[in-house]
């Protein structure tokens, strides 16, 4: 049977069809570019569409330094044992997740994206609990406080005069 992978839109198409479409050819959308420009040079496929049975094929990415902002798609790569996502602009994982052969001696490297909250707290733990061994960088939350007079008291608390506050301090 062929899974659901992703619709894609244009102004000629919507969400819906194309999605319907890639569901009944077992075509994978890949929407960001940098992650399908490090998808096809590892598979050696320039140009066409990208099947299941492609991404079947990969057990390990580079897409470091590629820009990559979405991972949809992904959730196809089931013989994925080890991913470099290093260095991009990744906030959200959730196409990891969907993965649900990423496992147990897998790889998954996150380093030095601004990871939302909710990955950090809700989509890595998920992954770790199922044995994937994540590297990522924890990201800073910086904490806004409107009173000036409250600020104050806790700077002096903290012994940290000027700076931003996280919820690290």
Same mark, same amino acid.
């Not at 819906?16 to 598979?43: E, H, M, N, P, Y």
């Not at 990969?58 to 089931?78: F, H, K």
């Not at 104050?152 to 690290?168: C, F, N, S, V």
């Given at each position: 049977?062929i899974?659901?992978? $992703?619709?894609?839109?244009? &102004? @000629?198409?919507?969400?819906?069809?194309?999605?319907?479409? !890639?569901? #009944?050819? +077992?075509?994978?959308?890949i929407?960001d570019?940098?992650?399908?420009?490090?998808?096809? +040079?590892?598979?050696?496929?320039?140009?066409?569409n990208?099947?299941?049975? *492609?991404?079947?094929? #990969?057990?390990?990415?580079? !897409? @470091? @330094?590629?820009?990559?902002?979405? #991972?949809e798609?992904?959730? $196809?790569?089931? %013989?994925?044992?080890? #991913?470099?996502? &290093?260095? %991009?602009?990744?906030?959200?994982?959730?196409?990891?997740?969907?993965n649900i052969?990423?496992? +147990?001696?897998?790889?998954?490297?996150? /380093? *030095? %994206?601004?990871? $939302?909250? /909710?990955?950090? &707290?809700?989509?890595?733990? !998920? /992954?770790?609990a199922?044995?994937?061994?994540?590297?990522?960088?924890?990201?800073?939350?910086?904490?806004?406080?409107?009173?000036?007079?409250l600020?104050?008291a806790?700077?002096?608390?903290?012994?940290?005069?000027?700076?931003?506050?996280?919820? +690290?301090?």
């Amino acid at each position: 049977s062929i899974d659901w992978i $992703s619709g894609g839109t244009d &102004s @000629s198409h919507n969400g819906f069809a194309d999605g319907f479409l !890639a569901k #009944l050819t +077992g075509v994978v959308i890949i929407a960001d570019f940098g992650l399908a420009q490090a998808i096809r +040079g590892v598979l050696g496929k320039p140009v066409g569409n990208l099947t299941e049975d *492609d991404m079947a094929m #990969l057990t390990t990415l580079d !897409a @470091s @330094s590629q820009n990559i902002v979405s #991972l949809e798609g992904l959730q $196809s790569c089931v %013989n994925l044992t080890s #991913l470099d996502l &290093s260095d %991009n602009q990744i906030t959200d994982i959730q196409p990891l997740v969907d993965n649900i052969t990423l496992g +147990g001696g897998d790889t998954v490297n996150l /380093l *030095d %994206n601004p990871l $939302s909250t /909710l990955t950090a &707290s809700v989509h890595i733990p !998920a /992954l770790e609990a199922r044995g994937v061994t994540l590297e990522y960088t924890i990201p800073v939350i910086t904490v806004i406080i409107p009173d000036g007079g409250l600020e104050q008291a806790i700077r002096d608390a903290l012994g940290k005069p000027t700076g931003d506050l996280t919820e +690290g301090d």
